[in-house]
């Protein structure tokens, strides 16, 4: 598709491009680097919701005159924008949108609100910047706006498409002010819109001094050129390491929070030539539920190219650049590219499977390299209500869990996968929510045993201490967090509730509307990271350490072939003689992927080892027409 | 006569700065430092900063040290083994931290966590618990607490934390527990969360106790083998350290809240500048501070340094006030070299080191460094004054060479390439306390200092604007300097988080009441009577509902009127600068702090004698090769012990002392001060501040300017020439504490 948005300059003045010296553009590398972190700063000093301030569930960018991101995390967006946008993009415009569909998948749920601002230096268009948040509540049917049963995307609340907030400088406010009638928090989503749009000003602020300092014209061939220098960079990496012949991995996202699943996300990635495939073929249709993840493909290249970058060699700096070195193919009405109008709020969950994927791929053929799977997506817990003062109370909060083992040592335990993602402090939770936490520790045995082990996931206990609703949001119940080159997969999730009259619950990992008493506690259990290699060749000492430490217990240790006691002391004897029988049932070659026992055993054993009934398979109905809608 | 001594411990060096406090007249000494016992050092200094000065030490009447000895202990992971008591349900509380990854996407693949300060097997839970608002919702068990101290007992810990949850709003189960901690194990000292950091957030209030007893069984070690050391020699001086916050502290305080003192070295170079910009009348200063490996960055506004209430040594971070002070890694030993793989310019983090250093060094160094460089440059002269080292040229110019082939330019040209990426990345620091907190560096002057500040400064002031670039006399022992002329400093806060609605001035006014005697009375106790204390009130303010809180300085008098509101006014004014916009939430306050500080010693500085413009009597060599933008020139080089008040150097030049070197840029030029500092400027504008010789302590009105306010048309910094005003004409905007 090409653009349709109309960019009005008022200087016709073609840039002129410069020769870059290399020196200059380690600069404006460096100092494009620092405004990004800026941006960060400036988003969690300001913003109110604990997803965004404490959590840090928000992502800034700096792009190009022409979209591509020069620095940021994720990759750009922009391009799916320019696509879809059919207006004109003035100086003093800035852009709001939260609706996946008509921006290709900028952002795959309507949680995320999206500012784009065109930076203008002297009549011409030479940069963006770019912030989206995630809106503790964007109105629908649940709060929080991420319904577990949702089947379309109306459900899912407030869904802008593509819209001038500011036209040439002048703030649209009943477009403001009808989009926060919608949601639940008004305070908060205007103060966190304005976190984001401040950072946003503040990166327009530093590129404009920099097309100062430099020239408009060196600033803008020496974007160009930064992104030029990453190709070359990512195209030595992909000829090293990615083989013509295809290699596959699938994985499961577990429900669809309908009783349905478990969905399969596929992909098959070779080489041709200097260009990386990746083909998601295989994939599930889309599910009736909201798991759906709207993906865009140059976010996806973003993901695939920072685990390349991060497990081969870190030191390169990542930008959109290599981009045309990587086509991505994904079926149009999958679980990847549902059509509209499928639910999507609760992608998180084949988000983290993604990275799963990609962390499977690359390292097959370099098993040196290949990491466990792990806590890849980000559990949500929600709690809300009217205290005994009459006031609404909402919480949205993100769990953390086990770190995978990687080539490098041990998966850090009750620790983010996210970038910059913090937990809340629980004496916070405590002085504003109606909540006591009893508990806050990882559980022990919970991480994948290997050489190196894989963290242990994070149990949180939330005491409630007013009558209230409850959502959860969280996957790895039912399939396995998988280990490598020997190293045995972590513990599942679980959600168990404490009532107040002794009995207990069992609960799913994705519901809504669980209604709390005073008194009840929920024990919140995340997952924990698969194990990397032989668990018989970690050093017995290390793993009576952990005993003492109280990572592993007595009994988890002889996973290792250790017997040692509480106290962590190792019986000699026993650990030769352990180790030595576990290694004559081993096969002479380790296979690279434990992914756990069969899926169907899995599931014929579900009910009796979850405490839930199996998911029935996926069934998958047509009904939602090819993208025309959407156009 | 009586004599103050001030004293850096530093990686290398211990500097001594010996004052005569009647005459101003100062004698310097540098000896090697000891790492095994940082006081053998030291007492090698002393003694011989004495016989210099024809004293004995028993006419030191006051000894003030900056000392790495906390610092250190941290970094070396060379810390007491430490026994942490916990909340039932918390004793992962340091493992799980605030289960941050660093590094960005896919980060956790390259990141192994480091073991925390207290290991989780010296990690207890006892069954008590308070609630958020202080209750208590069960009582201490009594029989967990003992069970819990006999195993750290037996574990042989040497220092416990007790930390429980909410003990913010209700300190009394964690001294139930130290009582009881008293009774099982007597000889082990313990630091209580809610004492160290009456703060929220358990997490933070926890690392930053068990931070304390980590380093509290090394310093007061180290502390007591001083006081042993100057008592068998008979010196009776009072006895201070630097707190990372830049105030004094008295030894006997500093070893029970060694905690307060994790950055008591970069304090002095801070400490130090403050001096210079009470002698030269510059109020609102930048500092740099540039050394071998790193560099320090802090900003000085209207004569006080910004502070930030956290101290990061390493990996690990705690809430302990100490002077905004920034580190970057890049210093006169970073090693250059272009990756093959990108084809870039990278400068650092890596470091030559002292060994084998930089290629000029000749100890065996083969890879270029920031030094070589400037050798390569002309900017660091082969042989320096009073130098007893020969550098290397043609050392330097092979490494050099090296980058310039990998980039097919010359090795003038790769030199000045290393030159000015490494600028780049110390200008980063410089933004990182001034614009990006809402100042503009261009209403500042620079101070520079450090072994290699001087030689950098001047391109650094072209990056920043900020003019004019000081260079202080010895500016390799400014820290030294900072130590012996700072003052007493304490401070008592504590978390009251409350929406304005649900408190008033006169409780919050009770609260900073009792605070302020709480802080008093440990400077009384520290011999510092009442009437040289000077009160400040902190109220931490947020709109409610925001996360971060900004400490908004207020005054005592008259608070119980209408302070909360004007504390508000100043913070939503704050809140514009930095951010662009204000909100009208309700106010919030989270925490309240009273600050009291002593006074300023009476200390003289030297006064250079007068001269006229012409400075050609200090020139040592005319006929120098000096490189400058890509071209060479002739530049002279002076002695800057024969500069005299009112000398005018013009660039380029390169002017040598003892312990360090100055480069003037060929569009520059350096004008001697009344006190010995060189003030660089473009050439054509006037250093004005300082050259009319305000007195120490005069008040000259120099506010800055909040960059948010600034012209939307930023000028090039590099350009803004003669129309950046001299800071101290700067005009006044709004003032507002950090």
Redesign the interface.
Known sequence: MTSKAQIIETNKKPFKKVTID??T???I???LR?ARF?MD??V???????GI??QHDAFPLIANKDGKMVVG??GSFIGGFLNNYDGTIEEGDVFFTNDPYKTEGAISHANDWLILLPIFFSGRLVGWSCHFGHMTDNGGKVPGSMPTDATTIFEEGLVTPPTKLYKKGVLQSTLLEVMLNQVRLP??NR?DL??VL?AC?VAE?RV??MC??FGDDVFVSACQAALD??K??MS??IDKNVSEAPVSFEDYVDDDGRGYGPYKIKCTMWREGSKVILDWKGTDPQAIGSINFYLNENMLKM?WG??M???F?????FNDGFYDLVDVRIPQGTLLKPNFPAALSCRTHALGRI?DTFAALLGQKTPDFL?AAGFSSSPHFMYSGTNSKGEWYQLYQIG?GG??A?P????????????????V????L??YFPL???????TPDSGGAGRFRGGNA?RV?YCFLEDGEISIHDDRWLTYPWGVNGGTPGKRSEKILYRTNGSIEYHHSKCDNVKVKKGDVLAFITWGGGGWGNPIEREATLVA?DV????VTPEGAKRYGVVVNAD?VINEEETRKLRADIKSKQPAKMPVFDLGPPLAQTLANCEKETHLPAPRPPVFRPDFHAAKAAE | MTYRLGCDVGGTFTDLLLINEATGETYRAKTPSTPQDQSIGVMTGIERICKDAGITPAEISEFMHGTTVATNAVLEGKGAVVGLIVTDGYKQVLQIARSFVPGGLAGWIIWNKPLPLALLENTCEVKERIGARGDVVRPVNEESVREAVRKLKANKVQAITVSLMNSFANGDHEKKIRDIIKQEFPEVPVSLSHEVLPEMYEYERTLTAVANSYVRPTVSRYLKNLETTFASRNMKAKCKVLRSDGGLMAFGNAADKPVALMMSGPAGGVAGALWVSRQSGFKNLLTFDMGGTSTDVALIENGEPQLRRETKVGDVTVRASSLDVRTVGAGGGSIARVPELTGALRVGPESAGAVPGPACYGKGGTEPAVTDANVVLGHLPPSLIGGEMKLDVAASKAACKKVGDALKISVETAAEGIVKIVNENMFGALRLVSIEQGYDPRDFALVAFGGAGPLHANALGKLSGSWPVIIPPGPGVLCAYGDATTRARNEASQTFVRRYSETSNKDVTAILKSLSKQAQDSLIKEGIPVKEQTVIWEVDLRYTGQGFSVPIACKPEGFEKNGLAQAGKDFDTFHTRQFTFALDAEHEIVNLRAVVVGEYPNVKAIRVGKGGTDPSKAVVNANHEFWDEGKKYKAKIYDRAKLKAGNIVQGPAIVTEFDSTTVILADCMGTIDHVGCILITPKGMKPKAGMSAPPAGGKAKAKAKPAAKAKAKAKPAAKAKAKAKPVAKAKAKSKKKR
């Open positions: 290399p020196i553009l380690d600069i590398e460096s100092a620092n800026e700063a400036t969690f000093r300001t913003a109110m919701s604990s301030r404490e995390q994720f305070t908060w103060s304005n976190a401040a000003r602020k404009k001094e100062v300092r220098r990453n070359r960079a030595i990496l993901f920072i685990y970058i991060m497990v060699d870190p030191a390169i700096l990275f990491c953390f770190i995978p990687k490098f040592g041990d998966g850090p335990d009750g620790h983010s996968m996210w970038p910059s993602f913090t937990n402090p629980q004496e916070y405590e002085a006591r936490i009893d508990r806050h520790e990882t994070l206990d350490t003492r430490r109280g990572l962590g």
